[in-house]
Each structure stands twice: as C-alpha cells, then as structure tokens.
C-alpha cells in the first residue's frame, strides 16, 4: 500500500504562502505512480487539490487553486511539493497526499482511509 508523510504547514496570514512537501512512507517504485495532494477542513468532505503525472510532465488542479497553488515532483529525492500562494481562509485544512487521482483526466478519487496524518493548514489574520 502506498503512504506518504507530509510536511510543510502551518499558520499564514491571507495573501500568503506556504511550501508543502509529501514523501513516501511505504517502499514502492515512487515514479510509476501520480501523485496529487488533497485536503479536508473540518465537518467538509475530503477534496482534490492538485494531482501531477508519474513523470511529472501533467499537473492538474481544482479550479479554485488554479493561479496560485503550483506541484511538482522530483522522482530523484521521491517527493512531491506543494507551492501554495495568495493563500485564502478557505484553503485552511488539513492536507493529506495519495496516489488517488488522474491528471490527464483532472479527477480525483479521495480515500482518507489510505491516508497518513496530514499537515495542517491555517489561513488566519
């Protein structure tokens, strides 16, 4: 099973920014696989937010962080980062990163059930 630990949140004012990081947590080939990150505010359902291709040529992204959020990965080091900007109240939560989405398709399919603990975001003045 694939798992990852995130890292890379944090308390940020609006308007600002933040560099999140997902790395492997189980041993399997990292690049034959997409990687996207969600996140999950509480009492709201779990959400696709970016998604990158094995080879990290196609990135997708949920229409409300299209602009500001930007992922990519490094199949050398094996992680997947996430560059937030301009970063809203509404994009507090906790994020999570799984192998559950299809770039080129731009969906996501969440399973939190496969997910690791997360890194928490907050967007607060």
């Known amino acids: 099973q694939l798992r990852f630990v995130e890292s890379g949140g944090g308390l940020v004012q609006p308007g600002g920014s933040l560099l999140l990081s997902c790395a492997p947590a189980?041993?399997?080939?990292?690049?034959?696989?997409?990687i996207g990150w969600f996140r999950q505010a509480p009492g709201k359902d779990p959400e696709g937010v970016a998604c990158i291709d094995n080879s990290g040529v196609i990135e997708a992204y949920r229409s409300s962080v299209r602009g500001r959020f930007t992922i990519s990965r490094d199949n050398v080091r094996n992680t997947v980062g996430l560059l937030m900007t301009n970063l809203k109240p509404e994009d507090s939560g906790t994020y999570h990163c799984?192998?559950?989405?299809?770039?080129?398709?731009?969906?996501?399919?969440?399973?939190?059930?496969?997910w690791g603990q997360g890194t928490h975001v907050t967007v607060s003045s």
């Open positions: 799984a192998s559950e989405c299809s770039p080129s398709s731009e969906t996501w399919y969440p399973d939190p059930r496969n």
């Open positions: 189980s041993d399997f080939t990292f690049d034959y696989y997409p």
